[in-house]
């Protein structure tokens, strides 16, 4: 994941006039991309080659991980029909959180504290 994602985001939010003009703006990408009409999360799109993701998708509690993938096979059997959900199984945007981005930083910080003591020196 990029590091300026989520600075970018925590600045945006940090100002309520832009906040309030590029919510609407971002509701509606949302809306077009199609990843919700279709049952997935945003976080579902994350790819899964990094290592960091992997170890974050190992550390899912149960219920999470058999839910991301009910949901990506859902997606899948989607694409193949070439069909959408009925409008009631879409997934809605207060439905849209993040699960997996906690499991993603706290993995990234775990990595920089563990660079941080290789580092260090002995005197």
Not at 2 to 12: E, G, H, Q, R
Not at 23 to 51: C, F, T
Not at 55 to 66: D, H, Q
Request: with cysteine; aromatic share 10%.
């Amino acid at each position: 994941m990029s590091s300026i994602v989520p600075k970018l985001a925590k600045y945006i939010i940090a100002r309520p006039r832009l906040y309030n003009f590029l919510k609407p703006i971002a509701e509606k990408y949302a809306d077009l991309a199609g990843y919700r009409k279709v049952g997935l999360m945003y976080e579902d799109l994350i790819r899964e080659e990094s290592p960091v993701v992997q170890l974050a998708l190992k550390r899912l509690p149960p219920r999470l991980a058999y839910d991301r993938a009910f949901r990506i096979r859902r997606a899948l059997q989607c694409s193949t029909t070439h069909t959408l959900l009925p409008k009631e199984e879409w997934i809605k945007s207060e439905e849209d959180v993040p699960y997996l981005t906690p499991y993603i930083e706290e993995i990234e910080k775990e990595n920089a504290e563990r660079k941080m003591f290789d580092a260090m020196v002995r005197k």
